[in-house]
């Protein structure tokens, strides 16, 4: 039943120096095979599209292996199973993963865990919510806050990337557990969206201008930045660890600003990081997938917020699997309001 | 009875752009008063010269304010109590405090608690034992270690400046905590002491060439480095950054190969800092005046390893208040063999 479709893929064609362009990706076809024994067959219905996946481009050692050339771009994604051979999934089950950015995942039994393939609920939520607040970015900001960022009501959390998918829930989270969110996107508009649409207290355009950070952190953080949550790196990290307050935490989610760059160490690290030892702050690394089993309860606990209206989800639609390298690269220039999502099929 | 006495004293002239010279100071002299009501008259002994003085210099915020132009240089020491009107004090009292580069330091009242005045006990430890291991080194040492570092048995602890007096404490006590204390220091000969006196497990020369301290990192720490006492900061933070282990700590203590420098912000961050994402790691900053009300533990945890061998308490013992200026600088040029203390005065 399912021999006769085609599987458009999109791979890796070589590695980028600075910014990945349609050069370095190849478009293959493949017929899509039944599963083996133990393997499911599962449709793409939508990607996520996350800054990690340029750090996946580059040659070198991080928490997980680079992608190989001509191996299949690493993409999560939530599917619908549609062949089965595996007793823990259905046809018709609804499921996150590794699917790739391909139209069709076909994964051997061994590869399921891998790819870390689990059903999901659609009555919780809705495919764009399960690659945003309730998926890996809303993970990462939910562990990120509340397990680093030990956030307490009354204290002033910045985010970076405010707009974009991680921050949107830590900005909003902040909120929810009586702290002050203050933002940091790129443009007024972008700005202006963060306070309305998601609710922080400020919003901090670090487009408008040499200074415009250092006035911002200063005019929305009176107190100081009891938590930051970097998602940039750069000179905006810079700026925060000089309004850091006393015994603040900071934690380090990403670096966009450095990401396209083949070599995986930034060529400036934080000129201000004495500003820890001033005000015994703390500055910590983060990575997801350290709390995959404390990933239910989180998910329950959103699911909640989403629910009862305290939290909204924002996703920025792509349509379109042959739109890959530029809708990737949205991300860096900053063009996305909310998570950005790559549609393949209609859920 | 003391009006008779000539106070010899060392102000700051000017502040140092770069390295602090004898142009930097005045040498001044006053005859000494007695203490007016509640205060004290101590007889300096030995001073505690540190590398923190160096930033004291500096213009800029920090967690002390600076030392002002024309102000007695402020220095911790030991001293003797000459006078008292102060029921607290008695004469012939060993204190410990901030006495000032002065051969009398005259305490009003109001100045006691200021100055950190606290009667010490030399039946626990010898005076230069007092600036030393049982002094802020030592507790520095001891709380950034076991409270921010939290070394677990087994694993491998590294600082740097292994040879000085903070040094030579974490080190030490590592050992003794059951981890393997690998330290850093300039030249062989100091690598050797380090190893030979103070028991480290290895010593790396970071003066060896441009690839030593990466190379002795290799060799010393196969496992990776678990805990990072920094008493240093520029390329040797950097170096041990890109060796971490998982979930490493690393204190920030100081940044001695910065504080030449008349802005207390250096000019290059460490450019590994993502380090602490790959590996999950922690950068935390401490001030070993938060800890004040556990020295008295700490003291006498350490005294008790003096007493018992298991530790040792290295002095770099320089003779007279009119070495002040050189006997400073022999920190930043890594001369001294230990603790510097400059005595004042023979106990």
Redesign the interface.
């Known amino acids: 039943m399912t021999t006769a479709r085609t599987n458009h893929q999109v791979r890796l064609a070589k590695r980028p120096e600075t910014t990945a362009t349609r050069e370095h990706w190849n478009f293959t076809t493949e017929p899509v095979a039944d599963p083996s024994d133990g393997g499911v067959l599962v449709q793409t219905l939508s990607l996520s599209l996350d800054p990690a996946m340029r750090g996946w481009l580059n040659d070198a050692?991080?928490?997980i292996p680079p992608v190989a050339i001509g191996e299949v771009m690493r993409a999560g994604g939530v599917g619908r199973v549609l062949a089965s051979k595996n007793p823990a999934f259905a046809v018709g089950d609804t499921v996150y993963g590794t699917l790739g950015v391909q139209e069709y995942a076909l994964l051997p039994q061994e590869a399921i865990q891998r790819a870390g393939l689990v059903k999901i609920d659609l009555g919780m939520g809705t495919v764009g919510q399960w690659l945003n607040v309730l998926g890996m970015p809303g993970m990462t900001g939910y562990f990120g806050l509340l397990d680093i960022g030990q956030p307490q009501p009354g204290q002033t959390v910045v985010v970076s990337a405010a707009a974009g998918a991680v921050g949107q829930t830590v900005g909003q989270l902040a909120k929810i557990k009586g702290c002050r969110a203050v933002g940091i996107a790129g443009g007024q508009a972008k700005c202006d969206w963060v306070v309305r649409e998601l609710g922080f207290d400020a919003c901090i355009d670090y487009k408008a201008g040499p200074g415009a950070v250092r006035e911002g952190l200063k005019q929305h953080c009176p107190k100081g930045v009891d938590v930051y949550f970097d998602n940039v790196?750069g000179e905006i990290l810079?700026h925060v660890l000089?309004k850091l307050a006393r015994k603040a935490r900071v934690i380090?989610?990403?670096?966009i600003s450095?990401y396209n760059n083949a070599n995986?160490?930034?060529?400036?690290?934080?000129?201000?990081?004495?500003?820890?030892?001033?005000?015994?702050?703390?500055?910590?690394?983060?990575?997801v997938f350290?709390y995959a089993d404390r990933f239910p309860q989180a998910i329950a606990e959103l699911a909640g917020y989403l629910k009862d209206g305290r939290m909204q989800s924002k996703e920025d639609v792509v349509q379109g699997l042959d739109s890959f390298p530029e809708t990737l690269n949205k991300l860096f220039a900053g063009g996305n309001f909310g998570k950005l999502v790559l549609q393949v099929a209609a859920a």
């Open positions: 050692k991080s928490y790196g810079d000089a380090v989610c990403g670096a450095q995986s160490m930034p060529g400036a690290g934080p000129r201000n990081y004495l500003s820890l030892l001033v005000n015994r702050a703390r500055m910590e690394g983060m990575v350290d």
